[in-house]
């Protein structure tokens, strides 16, 4: 312990007495392991970060799965059963997102406070009457449901609101308790505000509002899904009893599936549960977050990797110049592992600074990385931080990061053949770690390669992105969303109220067509329904084949600009229900009706979304195009009358002039029918496209990050190494130069020598892409992964910045004097 | 003390050999005094850094007391030295990073002596050379004569039977020199052995016997 402490005491020293190298080689380990932490953070939140409820470890999400594996979510009969029927659970709540008109409250005698306001459109869960009991939430203020507040329909109007509803939109008034607010126009009492920070059962949703399932026909007016076993929407989580293991609560409930498989086939037959942990909707959300998060990982372990290569090179350097000073050390008595071991020291407290230096820096990368939010209108939050796990992970990789990359360059430095090094003579071990030195920057800049050609490559995805055909023209079009039914709009005054608004709006200049939706494409919303096609034989329950859906309007296919390919669009007798036809897109006809023409074939044709439900009939077929993600395979898509669903509206307008121009007056235009009612979502369909795009550019805005920092790094290598040899060869230089040598001869000399080993670098690079950037594959849209201008675009890149950082020690090299050279020791 | 027999050292150059020692043998007896003295290239350092185990390659016996160095292992022979033998370099090799007192400490810790008693053997050291004024003053901060004298006293510190010289007044004045020379005698008369290598007739008569080389051959 006490030679350890004075190991520490004279490694303080050293760094202290050579501050050029010890800022090097700590902004280097700093950069890496900064961004180490940073991407750590984010699996830190996904994979070890449990929610922050008391015994997290016991909750476990319950995913309804099929023969595909693909997990779903839950009708609510279904949950009710699973609820009741196992014996392995403490308690199951059930949860159902949805947003909500919120307007101010009144207090208690029905008198409006001065907090309230205009409405606006609030994020909420409808959840189970259990939901805070099962989960172990203590309310800030008030309380939390009690079992009969769930119990019978629409009879306990009662809410409970979240810590920042509270403070932003009532002032933190303590008084909200047992008020009214008004949701969707009707009141509703506040019971309760839950703790600051608390998000409920998700990661990165933030909830405002939280009602009862039984007051669900208050906030959905228009959907009756709760005594529908197909209608599968909800998603449920469990608390394990205390003993059970998650092995056995999954076999016990899936004993309960396959009773309501048999008891319920068309909806539940293949019906299975699997157990995941909870936090993420579905487990594939969470994978997916997973999978771009180790991606992400790997790529940051290879800048840290580039930034280790630095610290070894300078720690390699320095133990040439300290070749003397540890043989004096060897020859008054210190053995080699003692030697190693004060190395070893430095090299670990350069990297420990490095990474404190890091986790400071990594608060400004998270804060970037929160900042990478998708610009949708829901309240994601990611919940950064660097918590004890984040900070664990930090010092351990420093640590590791200390001792392995010290280890070879203390190693090396161990073994000087003495004689010669008391002698000050160079010795033939200074060679060895010269080659050795350069076989780091070789490595160096082919990881940076690497790097930069996957930034490369995610970069090209995106620009194919952008000229991708999503299945409509985003040109001169532009959208809005609102909500009739949250506003308390019954069927037929909300129809009048829309079909005037539709009237208005396509009587304004530079307006072409106009049209309604509850579905847009590319908003990561997804609406699916089973498909059961007449005279075909199909699966029943979770096997039955399916197909994404929409509700559209009258001229939905030409205010969005989707082409009808075969047959016609929705008429007014198909909105009215007076028959009950559907568009379906070029892959519905393909995946059900195959043959020589399936758009012909399709015409006509009549199907089901329910095994024993009324029929549609297919009378139209439209191009394909992207409905979830622009990335994504082709989907089947049938397009439903939207009718009179007041529920979800988005508004599609096509115009013949620039749609920023038009936007304000559309605006004006519904606020002049119904003042009231919240206006969302404004925006062209270009820049709703920036919703689809966003996974791409927040990929390809990470690598080029990373790139950049790669090729910094990697620039300070070859730029310490070259700057060394240079120094090192000042003595050679004075000769060449007293021999007649020439700066131009120099400076060509010293470039030559960095282009080599930037050559053979860049050779290991590619070669390493090549292979590599396959893994890729499905981050590139299309994109070929070995694509000629990216490698060809980042090896020009590499190449010119190797240039840059060779030419400073070149012309120091170039400038040297003959005379002072040759007295150099 | 030591025994040397048939000593052999050389390079390879080529399909060649070029010898720096040839077939030395030599004793040297506890309590002596000795010079290795000859022209420049005749192989004095070679010897006296063979003699201080600090060279591994070389052919040839030799004995420390009792003990066969030639079949020790590197390990085992540096065990041998840090017991036994004390250095004192041309270019006085102090750790410029350390204060004289540390740099007196260093030998002691690196032989895990207790921290009360290196505390104590300094103090003694210190005392004895006449340096505690200079005990927190870093090396390039003394003359050089004072800087030797460190050395020196970094040498004996660890108590060693041995030590050897490479030309310790090489690069003082004469003054310094002598004074250097002086505590070397002392030294010897204390009882340490003593092994220097030295062109200077001066120094060398501090001594009780020469060893002369010449072109890596010993000459009587």
Known sequence: METLLQDLRFAFRRLIKSPGFAVVAILSLALGIGANTAIFSLVNMILFRPLPVPEAERLVAINASGKDGEMSAHSYLNYVDFRDRNEVMSGILAYRFSTMSLSGFSNSSGSSSSSG?????????????????????????????????????????????????????????????????????????????TPAGFKGTEVIYAPDVYVPFAMQRWIEPEFDWMDERGN???????????????????????????????????????????????????????????????????????????????????????????????????????????????????????????????????????????????????????????DWRVLVFSMIVSIITGVLFGLVPAMQATKPDLVSALKDVVSQSGVRRSWLRSSLVVAQIAVSLLLLVAAGLTMRALQQLKTMNPGFNPENSLTMSFDLSLQGYQTEPGNQLRRQMLDRIHALPGVQAASLTDFMPLSMNYNGTSIYIEGQPTERGVNAPNAMTAGVGLKYFESIGTPILAGRELTQLDQDGKTRSVVVNETFAKKFFPGANPNENALGKRFRTQPEGRPWEIAGVAKDGKYWSIGEDQRAFAWFPLGSQLAFNSLIVRTTVKPETVMSSIVSEIHNLEPNLPVTGVKTMSEHMNLSLFPARAVASLLAAFGLLALALAAIGIYGVMSYSVAQRTREVGIRMALGAQRSDVLRMVLRQGMKLAAIGMATGLAAAFVLTRLLANLLYGVSATDAVAFVGVSLLLGLVVIVACLIPASRAAKVDPMIALRYE | MIRLENIEKYYPQGLQKYYVLRRVSIEIKEGEFVSIMGPSGAGKSTLLHIIGMHDAGWDGEYYFGDVAIHKMKPKDRAEIRNRNIGFVFQSYHLLDHLTVYENLEIPLSYRDVKKSEREAIVGDVLDKFNIVGKKDLYPNQLSGGQQQLVGVARAVIANPKIILADEPTGNLHSSQGKEIMELFKRLNDEGTTIVQVTHSDVNAAYGNRIINLADGWLKD
């Open chain 1, 117 to 193: 306001g205009n409405s606006e459109k609030v994020w909420g869960y409808q959840v189970s009457g259990n939901y805070f009991d099962v989960i172990g939430m203590k309310p800030a203020v008030g309380r939390t449901f009690s079992p009969e507040e769930d119990k019978t329909r629409l009879t306990h109007p009662v809410a409970v609101i979240s810590y920042s509803l509270w403070q932003k939109r009532f002032g933190g008034n303590p008084g909200i308790v047992n008020n009214d607010i008004l949701i969707n126009g009707k009141k509703f009492k506040v019971i309760g505000v």
């Open chain 1, 232 to 386: 599968q929407n909800l998603f449920i989580v469990g608390r394990m009893k205390p003993g059970v293991s998650s092995a056995q609560a999954e076999a016990s409930l899936n004993l309960v599936a396959a009773q309501l498989a048999g008891e319920f086939p068309n909806e539940n037959e293949g019906l299975k549960i699997a157990l995941t942990p909870p936090g993420f909707v579905l487990p594939q959300i969470r994978n997916g977050m997973l999978g771009v998060s180790a991606a992400l990982m790997g790529l940051v372990a290879l800048v840290l990797l580039i930034a280790c290569t630095n610290l070894a090179n300078l720690l390699l350097a320095r133990a040439t110049e300290r070749s003397k000073e540890i043989a004096i050390r060897l020859s008054i008595g210190a053995s080699r592992m003692r030697i190693v071991r004060q190395l070893l020291t430095e090299s670990v407290l350069l990297a420990v600074v490095g990474g404190l230096a890091g986790i400071l820096l990594a608060g400004w990368i998270i804060d970037l990385l929160i900042g990478l939010k998708p610009p949708a209108d829901i309240p994601i939050t990611l919940e950064l931080h660097v």
